[in-house]
Structure formats: C-alpha cells, structure tokens
C-alpha cells in the first residue's frame, strides 16, 4: 500500500482534521459572543451597561481610524515594557546571584523574603508619594511586581540543576564562571521562562491598576473613563485591546522560550 495515501482513510486528510482541530478553540468564545449579542439585542441588559459585542466591532474600528487607540495604547504599552524589562533584568541579575552564591543568599535573601509577600499594589501610595502619579511610578510598581516573580523563579532554576551536570564541568576541569555561564543558568532557563510569562501576565494587571488609580490616558484609564461615563462600547474596546495585546505578549515569550529552551525535552499533552 502507498504510505501517501494512508492520510486519506474514510476521506479525510491529515490537513483536514488539523484545521478542524484548531477549529475546536473557536467554539466556546463564538457560543459566548452570540449569547452576549442576543442578551443585548433582546434588552435583558441596560445598553448603558453592556455594549453588544457588534457594536465593540464598530466603536473599535473607528478609534482605530481616529488614532484615539493608538494613542492609549502607545502609553500603556511604554509603560508596560519599560517595567517589565527593568524588574525582569534586576530580578535575573540578583537572582542568579543568589542562587549561585551562598553568600549572596545571605546577604539579600532575607530582605527579599520578607518583602515578597507584600501585594505590589500596595506600593502605589508609597510610589506616588516618592515619585508623583507620573510614567515613572508605574513603571516603577509594574518592575516590583515583575521582579520579585524572576527573582525566585531564577534562584529555584538555578538550584533545581543536577549536582550530576556540575561534576562533568568539574572533570573537564572548567572554572566556576564557566560552569555558571554554560551549566547553571542555561539550566534555569525553562524555570526563567515560566517566571517572565507569570510575570508578564501581572504588569497588565499591575498596569491597569495604576492606571485607574492615577492617569489621565492609558487603556487602563480607557476602561475606567468609560465605565464611569456610561461608554460600554469605548469600555469593552479597552478590554478587548488588553486581552489581544497581552496574548501577543505571551506569544512572544512563548516563541523566545521555545527556541531558548529547544534542547529541552518535555511533553506536549495526550
């Protein structure tokens, strides 16, 4: 039997059931769509309170015409990356220290332990008094929340290495700084991935946060404005904007963790 023709048993290729699989993913967001569209349509909900979601559509396209979008969206996302990469970097650089140095455990390890569990909007009053209701103090509040996530999820990489792999770089008789630089932290990095996807997924809410709190633009102050002026369409296109940017943004790290981490091997799923 030709191998090329077994994809095409019962008449369905190989093509055929993929694309139906990806298919599967669209069920439950257009059954809720459709749902939200009648409730509204049918009056159940106060327009003033809920937009149909066709209505979204239309008030989307044409902030994006006007720029109005561009223009929240720049800032927030300004704000979003320059904190992040702040608190990602201080978070790595002192993690791998801690993890690879006993001493620097000891040294920043108790401080760090004792401030994580403060929740990182707790530092907005704190902030704004420092450095006003400014970009700087939510860039500041998003590079906290982030960097404390890193931190501990770099010392856990680094400490979650085999004693086993070390021992090699010992019998080929490498440094220390060589052992760390191509054993240790290249170990870390599935554990690193994960900490900057969590961490990702915490700046939008820290951003939006501090953007209710103290902005006068922002998608976060979108949201807000509009909710409290009664633009459930201008609220939802808000909504909707953060939810494709932040699914950007993790499928941005998503592909950067595959092809960092590609030597890895793990299970995709059943």
Same mark, same amino acid.
């Given at each position: 039997?030709?191998?090329?023709? &077994? ?11 993929? %694309? ?14 459709f749902l939200w569209e009648l409730v509204v349509r049918l009056g159940w909900v106060p327009p003033q309170l809920l937009a149909a979601p066709s209505q979204v559509v239309t008030r989307f ?47 920043? %390890?108790?401080? &760090? ?100 709190? %103290? ?37 941005? &790290?998503?592909? &950067? ?14």
């Amino acid at each position: 039997m030709d191998a090329t023709a &077994l994809p095409m048993e019962k008449g369905v290729s190989v093509s055929d059931r993929s %694309a139906f699989r990806r298919l599967h993913g669209l069920v439950v967001p257009f059954s809720l769509l459709f749902l939200w569209e009648l409730v509204v349509r049918l009056g159940w909900v106060p327009p003033q309170l809920l937009a149909a979601p066709s209505q979204v559509v239309t008030r989307f396209v044409a902030m994006l015409l006007s720029g109005d979008l561009f223009v929240h969206a720049g800032i927030s996302l300004y704000r979003l990356f320059a904190g992040f990469f702040l608190g990602a970097s201080v978070g790595f650089f002192v993690g791998s220290a801690v993890g690879l140095s006993r001493s620097s455990e000891r040294i920043f %390890a108790p401080t &760090l332990r004792f401030l994580s569990p403060v929740p990182p909007v707790a530092w907005i009053p704190v902030l704004i008094i420092a450095f006003g209701i400014g970009d700087l103090s939510k860039i500041l509040l998003i590079a906290v929340g982030v960097f404390f996530i890193v931190f501990f999820h770099t010392v856990q990489g680094i400490r979650s290495t085999p004693t086993d792999l070390v021992d090699v770089g010992r019998v080929y008789e490498k440094t220390w700084p060589e052992i760390a630089m191509t054993i240790l932290v290249p170990s870390s990095l599935p554990s690193v991935f994960s900490g900057l996807r969590v961490a990702m997924a915490l700046c939008w809410i820290l951003l939006i946060a501090a953007e209710v709190i %103290a902005s006068s633009k922002g998608l976060g102050w979108l949201i807000w404005d509009a909710r409290n002026f009664s633009r459930p369409d201008d609220m939802f296109v808000g909504v909707a904007s953060v939810g494709i940017f932040g699914k950007l943004t993790d499928n941005t &790290l998503a592909l &950067l963790q595959a092809r960092a981490t590609r030597w890895q091997s793990m299970f995709g799923g059943a």
